[in-house]
């Protein structure tokens, strides 16, 4: 398995709630795409946005 694979699957183990996992999945698509756009290249690595929309979701969590 792929390094994204697995960091899903530690991702999902901690935010646990299933809404909050789709907010992590469609916060890190659309930080993927603005990190593409920004350095104009059509691939992009996905973990480094899934570790940030993660970070938030739980920081909202906490608040």
Known sequence: MGGDVKL???VGGA???PAAILLVV???A???L???AAR???TTVHGPA???AAAA???AAMI
Do not use: D, E, T
Request: glycine content about 12%; overall charge positive.
């Open 15 to 17: 935010v646990g709630n």
């Open 57 to 59: 979701v739980l920081a």
């Open 50 to 52: 899934m570790v940030g």
């Open 26 to 28: 469609v916060g890190a």
């Open 40 to 42: 104009r290249r059509r």
């Open 30 to 32: 659309v930080l993927s």
């Open 34 to 36: 603005i990190a593409a």
């Open 8 to 10: 899903a699957a530690v």
